[in-house]
T-cell receptor, first 116, second 115 residues
Framework: ETGVTQTPRHLVMGMTNKKSLKCEQH?????MYWYKQSAKKPLELMFV???????ENNSVPSRFSPECPNSSHLFLHLHTLQPEDSALYLC???????????????FGDGTRLSIL | AQTVTQSQPEMSVQEAETVTLSCTYD???????LFWYKQPPSRQMILVIR??????QNATENRFSVNFQKAAKSFSLKISDSQLGDAAMYFC????????????FGTGTRLKVLA
């Protein structure tokens, strides 16, 4: 039981498709995150939600649209993506956004996204 | 701007031997936390070890230990008695302690363990 579950594990889509990534956490955490992981690049923080309120949008293009209906679920809606958006998208959660040394982030397995 | 640099894209170690992964960081914050995360192939990223910058004592977790040199802004990870299950990508990360959630990650080091 990983605590943070992401679906699907793999997604291949065309540039004109609309799809959504889902993240679910069963840890009772109040903060959830989307990261983009590209080869040979540091993890890029995309969005942060705290108690279902978006607290960070790290200059992410509007073709990525997050949604947090409750503190256990986080979605990333995708529309009109570009080939350079192909990457591993990681979801994470933490107790809250006011971090502490004993409250590290817990990560999901990620969704491997390929844009044709 | 804060940065984390992992200068070794890939490292190899013989099983049962010791390996050290390097990490340097740059931050203007006076207090911060440092982390090493492990990401096995097709598996989730998990926390390996963490260090509070105001603590001089190096953190240890079983076979994993760090060499924290605050003045040099260096935070290396030592893995002793390497096991096949240690093969993974290892990410170094820095997090300001000033109530923020903005982790800064390095590019990662791929560790191969040779039988």
């Amino acid at each position: 039981e990983t605590g943070v579950t992401q679906t699907p594990r793999h997604l291949v889509m065309g540039m004109t498709n609309k799809k959504s990534l889902k993240c679910e956490q069963h840890l009772g955490h109040n903060a959830m995150y989307w990261y983009k992981q590209s080869a040979k690049k540091p993890l890029e923080l995309m969005f942060v939600y705290s108690l279902e309120e978006r607290v960070e949008n790290n200059s992410v293009p509007s073709r990525f649209s997050p949604e947090c209906p409750n503190s256990s679920h986080l979605f990333l809606h995708l529309h009109t993506l570009q080939p350079e958006d192909s990457a591993l998208y990681l979801c994470a959660s933490s107790q809250d956004r006011w971090t502490a040394i004993n409250q590290p982030q817990h990560f999901g397995d990620g969704t491997r996204l390929s844009i044709l | 701007a804060q940065t984390v640099t992992q200068s070794q894209p890939e490292m190899s170690v013989q099983e049962a031997e010791t390996v050290t992964l390097s990490c340097t960081y740059d931050t203007s914050e006076s207090d911060y936390y440092l982390f090493w995360y492990k990401q096995p192939p097709s598996r989730q990223m998990i926390l390996v070890i963490r260090q509070e910058a105001y603590k001089q004592q190096n953190a240890t977790e079983n076979r994993f230990s760090v060499n924290f040199q605050k003045a040099a802004k260096s935070f290396s990870l030592k893995i002793s008695d390497s096991q096949l299950g240690d093969a993974a990508m290892y990410f170094c990360a820095c997090l300001p302690a000033s109530g923020t959630y903005k982790y800064i990650f390095g590019t990662g080091t791929r560790l191969k363990v040779l039988a």
